[in-house]
């Protein structure tokens, strides 16, 4: 076939199902495709679509919805389940590596010629694919360059560190480009997280590069500690680029419904910068003692609120929370009493849209980094209570690095993520009240808002980073 009937060149990207790691990615193709070039395509992009092992409507509506809007120069290409096995593991790395046949047949199988293959980083075992294909790999981390700093310098920590340092959740680790980071803002060498994160920072070192969700003005410092060669001593980490924030701000409602959310029409009555807002994520759920804590502080506050709260999983094979029973979770008369000053919602809601509103003035989060993201972009300060995974680190790197957050005392040991009413009313006074902190989180936001959007408009440093590493695919795109 020659040059003029040749098929042009296809990005393949390989997401993770969840719907913040599925839709990032393809924000993030997306952008690649309209950043060739003279301002055109280089290449047209396939998505290689993994079934996810149980299944969560959030996350198939936010899947159908990317696959409907996704536009021209996009292909989809659903993945034949694996045989199904009773014991299917439950990390996300170790049941991705079971479809590394069926995807090395579907990259095979393409027509177009391959210029590259995108892996989300819990897909990074897929890496292997990418070598025995001759095909240059990439890995996308849709979180942000404090979490890619710590996997890349984990190997060599791990190395060094005795268990007992851990387990005694006291002392500092050093993450270059930040201040020293309290061992309690680590992932435990005890859960299987952390095992994976240091495996991650291992394979890191094979892609040909790193396409990470942040900006360059979000994290100069451990941005540059990456390029320097100070999270790898003895070795230089792939070049990685930061082309954030990459969000999906057009999100479809979980219902389907297209009219204003009922929390939306709740808000619009509220004044400007008021409320404060709580959301915990599509894995956040709170059980009876936690919820009572949290209520206890938003009324002891006297602020208004709009309180997202769900209830546990059905059961012991599911990871998704269920729609909040209020009259168990909650404290007798506590709706009534806070009746017009404060709204709970049981079941989901559109966190995107109601970050947007002008009446949320706080944001007490889980510290999920597409949430933060949101939220900067935004401008709306925030109260970290981490969860789970790298989440302590984001809430450590909220206020300790960026000052974009007032500070929630988060148990730890025994008592996990619980937090006291007294941190609740406390945290909630300074994020919509008159305190210093409060303050200084909310002009640091306000910055960090700016500079989000500037970063992405053309002649910003994410859109260049974004023409660098379309660039370098081009570049090593040799057709065979």
Same mark, same amino acid.
């Given at each position: 076939m020659d040059a003029m009937t040749s098929p042009s060149p296809t990005v393949v990207l390989l997401p993770?199902?969840?719907?913040?790691?599925?839709?990032?990615?393809?924000?993030?193709?997306?952008?690649?495709?309209?950043?060739g070039a003279s301002g055109a395509a280089a290449f047209s992009l396939t998505v290689l679509v993994i079934p996810p092992p149980t299944v969560s409507p959030s996350d198939a509506s936010s899947r159908g919805h990317c696959e409907m809007v996704s536009g021209g120069g996009?292909?989809?290409?659903?993945?034949?389940?694996?045989?199904?096995?009773?014991?299917?593991?439950?990390?996300p790395s170790e049941y991705i590596r079971l479809y590394a046949p069926h995807v090395k047949a579907a990259i095979a199988g393409l027509a177009a010629p391959v210029a590259a293959v995108v892996v989300d980083f819990f897909g990074t075992p897929l890496l292997d694919v990418a070598h025995d294909l001759a095909v240059p790999a990439y890995v996308y981390f849709p979180s942000n360059g404090a979490t890619l700093a710590l996997m890349l310098r984990l190997p060599a920590i791990h190395e060094k560190v005795v268990a007992t340092f851990w387990d005694e959740k006291q002392g500092v680790i050093d993450v270059p480009g930040m201040p020293p980071v309290p061992v309690a803002s680590m992932p435990s060498p005890e859960l299987n997280d952390y095992a994976w994160f240091v495996y991650y920072g291992r394979r890191f070192m094979e892609a040909r590069g790193i396409v990470v969700n942040t900006a360059a003005e979000l994290e100069p410092g451990?941005?540059?500690?990456?390029?320097?060669?100070?999270?790898t001593p003895g070795d230089r980490a792939p070049p990685v680029y930061p082309i954030g924030p990459v969000l999906s701000l057009n999100k479809p409602r979980a219902d389907g419904d297209q009219s204003p959310h009922e929390c939306?029409?709740?808000?619009?009555?509220?004044?400007?910068?008021?409320?404060?807002?709580?959301? !915990?994520?599509?894995?956040?759920? /709170?059980?009876?003692?936690?919820?009572?804590? &949290?209520?206890? #502080?938003?009324?002891? *506050?006297?602020?208004?609120?709009?309180?997202?709260?769900?209830?546990?999983?059905?059961?012991?094979?599911?990871?998704?929370?269920?729609?909040?029973?209020?009259?168990?979770?909650?404290?007798?008369?506590?709706?009534?009493?806070?009746?017009?000053?404060?709204?709970?919602?049981?079941?989901?809601?559109?966190?995107?849209?109601?970050?947007?509103?002008?009446?949320?003035?706080?944001?007490?989060?889980?510290?999920?980094?597409?949430?933060?993201?949101?939220?900067?972009?935004?401008?709306?300060?925030?109260?970290?209570?981490p969860l789970y995974a790298e989440q302590p680190?984001?809430? !450590?790197?909220?206020?300790?690095? /960026?000052?974009?957050?007032?500070?929630?005392? &988060?148990?730890? #040991?025994?008592?996990? *993520?619980f937090v006291e009413a007294a941190e609740v009313e406390r945290a909630v006074k300074e994020l919509v009240g008159?305190?210093?902190?409060?303050?200084?989180?909310?002009?640091?936001a306000m910055e960090m808002k700016a500079a989000c959007r500037n970063a992405v408009e053309k002649g910003g440093t994410s859109y260049a980073a974004t023409q660098r590493v379309v660039q370098d695919m081009i570049e090593s795109y040799a057709p065979k």
């Open positions: 993770m199902w969840a719907s913040g790691h599925f839709s990032s990615m393809l924000q993030a193709g997306k952008r690649l495709l309209l950043c996009i292909d989809f290409h659903h993945l034949p389940a694996v045989e199904h096995r009773a014991d299917l593991p439950r990390h451990v941005l540059a500690a990456i390029a320097a060669g100070r999270c939306v029409r709740w808000l619009d009555a509220q004044a400007p910068a008021s409320i404060v807002f709580l959301c !915990f994520g599509s894995r956040g759920w /709170m059980d009876a003692r936690q919820a009572r804590e &949290v209520a206890a #502080g938003l009324e002891r *506050s006297g602020r208004s609120f709009l309180w997202v709260l769900r209830g546990p999983p059905a059961g012991s094979s599911s990871m998704y929370p269920t729609d909040a029973d209020l009259g168990d979770l909650l404290p007798d008369g506590f709706l009534e009493r806070t009746k017009g000053k404060g709204l709970v919602w049981p079941s989901w809601a559109p966190q995107t849209e109601i970050l947007a509103h002008a009446a949320v003035g706080g944001f007490v989060t889980h510290c999920g980094w597409n949430s933060i993201l949101e939220s900067l972009w935004h401008g709306v300060p925030m109260a970290p209570w680190l984001n809430a !450590f790197e909220l206020v300790a690095c /960026m000052g974009v957050a007032v500070e929630l005392g &988060v148990g730890t #040991g025994k008592d996990g *993520s008159g305190g210093e902190e409060g303050r200084k989180a909310r002009e640091k």
